[in-house]
């Protein structure tokens, strides 16, 4: 209570763009070391960048999304500093011109709503990988991940909780996936962030502050705040000072250690990226770009409430990911049957992923085959337990869903004579229930339903089993 936390953040996201920011090499994940590399990447003498359009486009849409002003004339910077993961012993960014600036997001942390300002989105090269082997005690080196193209988003030091950083960093995610800029795997590094952080007393001068880098989970960037905000505090109570760093977290040690310290602007040694022409995006150009802005989350939340007649809950649920929302539409136009295929969405679908282990970015259902579902169910040709089952054969093993129907016999059978047949069966074999029903006991009735749907080997009407049932203890 008597220390007040102060963070900034700077995060990475890797953009789903399918060539790297200078050059036509894939930007896939993954591949054997050293293979999506070309002259330019791999930093030769005499190679000259080649900017990648749709890297502006993206960062133009995100920029819009976080209520930034968008610079029709910006440019590349050169950091001169080393990086032994890129080649050409320097990174392409923007640091004195970034193509949008003054942006914000609202977040809402523990039932408050905030205003978290944005400095500056820019657009730069992601740096390759080092690979350290133990063994031998020497350092391999990938350069499949270099000149990928990055956004940095930074932040203003708005933050006091590690609650409204995770907010924020949700929040952000969710914007950058709707506009489809960002894959945001942060597995495999897609998103990643930076915290500044520092502490100070409550309304006093800012603190030194220190940065932790590269935290890739929600839950590694919470427990890291707690471990540096109680770090920084201990060393402040015992009377020492905080040194500027960048530290290093260890998730599974649970404690972050020093790399190198903080340097400045000026330790990088910029200057204007000599071999890029600055960007310019005219009226034109920037009209395309506003045309192309997708819905977003909390839009589509509204209008599925508003329009599709969910509840608040499941619109949630349904845009908890994109590629969620997007299954959804799907299944919704084709079929015509929203509300069916929302508690589809959010039950049974829901349901399988959890038991298969299957995120939402890998999510890959077959709509075609679920809207046929959704219809046979509406349409009264199948009951609720030959649908669920059938959901699960779509969903693991992709069957088609009539073929799969026809084959288990499991339309349902509304033929009077049929279920008359198993209603009076049911009836002669459980006397006890019938007495049941008589004496005014309600369960009596669900229990020989049950037994003639067991007798139809789950394939009756309800409905019809029901009013059959009924009419005939009624005599």
């Not at 190679?47 to 359009?53: G, V």
């Not at 392409?92 to 193509?99: A, F």
């Not at 929302?325 to 299944?331: P, V």
């Amino acid at each position: 209570m008597n220390w007040e936390i102060v963070m900034g953040l700077e995060v990475h996201a890797e953009l789903s763009a399918k060539s790297k920011l200078f050059c036509s090499c894939t930007t896939a994940f993954g591949g054997e070391p050293n293979t999506h590399v070309c002259p330019v990447c791999s930093g030769m003498p005499g190679t000259l960048p080649r900017l990648n359009r749709a890297v502006v486009e993206y960062a133009v849409l995100t920029g819009l999304a976080l209520n930034c002003e968008i610079a029709q004339s910006c440019k590349f910077d050169r950091k001169h500093y080393f990086y032994p993961d890129l080649p050409k012993a320097f990174q392409v960014s923007q640091l004195y011109s970034p193509i949008c600036c003054n942006g914000h997001m609202e977040i809402e942390s523990d039932g408050v709503k905030k205003t978290i300002n944005i400095r500056q989105i820019h657009m730069e090269e992601d740096a390759g990988k080092l690979i350290h082997d133990a063994r031998t005690g020497s350092t391999l080196m990938d350069f499949n991940r270099s000149c990928v193209p990055l956004l940095e988003i930074v932040s203003q030091p708005d933050f006091r909780t590690a609650g409204e950083v995770i907010s924020y960093l949700e929040k952000l995610r969710e914007t950058l996936l709707y506009l489809g800029v960002c894959d945001c795997k942060m597995q495999e590094g897609s998103i990643r962030a930076d915290v500044n952080l520092s502490v100070r007393k409550p309304g006093g001068h800012l603190g030194v502050r220190t940065e932790m880098k590269n935290l890739n989970s929600f839950k590694a960037v919470a427990r890291a705040i707690e471990y540096e905000s109680e770090r920084q505090i201990n060393i402040l109570e015992s009377g020492g000072q905080i040194t500027q760093e960048t530290r290093r977290w260890d998730d599974d040690k649970g404690i972050s250690s020093g790399m190198r310290s903080k340097e400045n602007a000026q330790d990088y040694r910029y200057f204007p990226e000599p071999d890029l022409l600055p960007v310019c995006i005219d009226d034109a150009w920037l009209r395309q770009i506003k045309a192309s802005f997708p819905e977003l989350a909390h839009q589509k939340r509204e209008r599925y409430v508003k329009e599709h007649g969910v509840s608040a809950a499941q619109a949630s649920l349904l845009t908890s990911h994109k590629n969620i929302s997007d299954l959804f539409d799907a299944i919704s136009d084709k079929s015509n049957c929203p509300l069916e295929s929302a508690s589809l969405i959010t039950g049974e679908i829901m349901r399988l992923m959890n038991s298969t282990d299957t995120l939402p970015e890998d999510l890959s259902a077959d709509a075609d085959k679920l809207s046929v579902l959704v219809m046979l169910l509406s349409e009264g040709k199948i009951n609720r337990n030959a649908y669920k089952k059938t959901v699960g054969a779509v969903f693991v093993h992709g069957v088609d869903p009539e073929s799969y129907i026809a084959e288990k016999g499991l339309l349902m059978v509304s033929d009077d004579s049929a279920v008359t047949h198993a209603v009076e069966s049911a009836i002669a074999e459980n006397p006890g229930a019938v007495d049941d029903w008589y004496a005014g006991k309600e369960k009596a009735l669900g229990f020989l339903m049950g037994q003639v749907m067991k007798k139809m080997r789950g394939t009756g009407n309800p409905e019809v089993v029901k009013k059959i049932l009924k009419k005939m203890l009624d005599k």
